[in-house]
């Protein structure tokens, strides 16, 4: 099984990335994690690979393109842990995930020299899952020892944004505390935001918060989009306390 996690929105980039795939092997199985990540949002895309790719079996092979760096120097990453095989840029995206786990190898991919300086999803990436997914892991590069960290910033109760959602939500790395009312603290500004166990729960155009499907605090507006009011990004610092 292939599961693909890209920023190509649901383009001819992700059609063709699919028939490279099936070109080695037709009988893939792949399976579209997201394509709706915000352009080059290398921490948004590590979040929803950490907390989601543990849904999936094991031997499962990640094929992850959220890559602004790519037709530069950076390295083609593939690593193996002890459940699952991931593929990707060296830029960070991978590390959350793979650290969590116990590696039990990582290739630098051979980048051909015809590949396309704006396209490694085509002309590396998906080739790299497509064989891994047949069993051929050892072929795709030399063996390395080091990958790129990204760490999701976090300290007691200051974290980051971590993903904006398609309804607006504003999804942090915060867990809740037992308490009824929180203090939220982005940039200079401050807040006083109750909390509900669910949607239904609070007034009409209110802002407030509530405990995501990945267990973390996410503020959000009844019936509209809490960023719209609030205009946050991604990778940007929060307290909630």
Not at 77 to 103: C, H, K, S
Not at 174 to 192: A, N
């Amino acid at each position: 099984m292939i599961v693909l996690l890209t920023d190509f929105g649901q383009s001819e980039y992700l059609g063709v990335m699919k028939g490279v795939v099936y070109n080695i092997n037709y009988d893939a199985k792949i399976v579209d994690l997201c394509h709706s990540i915000s352009p080059q949002d290398i921490i948004e895309a590590s979040w929803i690979l950490k907390n989601n790719y543990k849904y999936f079996p094991k031997g499962a092979t990640f094929c992850c393109v959220v890559d602004p760096g790519v037709g530069t120097e950076r390295k083609a990453m593939a690593v193996q842990t002890e459940g699952y095989f991931f593929v990707g840029p060296d830029n960070g995206l991978l590390w959350e995930t793979v650290a969590e786990q116990r590696i039990i190898d990582i290739r630098e991919i051979r980048i051909p020299k015809d590949a396309s300086k704006t396209f490694h999803g085509r002309d590396v990436f998906a080739k790299a899952a497509a064989n891994i997914d047949i069993g051929k892991f050892e072929t795709t590069g030399e063996r390395i020892t080091a990958i790129k960290k990204l760490e999701l910033y976090q300290k007691g109760r200051e974290g980051i944004v971590v993903r904006i959602d398609r309804f607006g939500n504003i999804i942090t790395n915060l867990g809740k505390q037992e308490k009824d009312e929180y203090c939220v603290r982005i940039d200079e500004k401050e807040d006083i935001m109750r909390y509900y166990p669910n949607y239904y729960a609070a007034e009409k155009d209110e802002l407030f918060l509530i405990e995501g499907s990945n267990n973390t605090l996410e503020i959000s507006l009844k019936n509209g989009s809490a960023n719209d009011k609030l205009h946050v990004n991604t990778g940007e610092k929060i307290e909630i306390s």
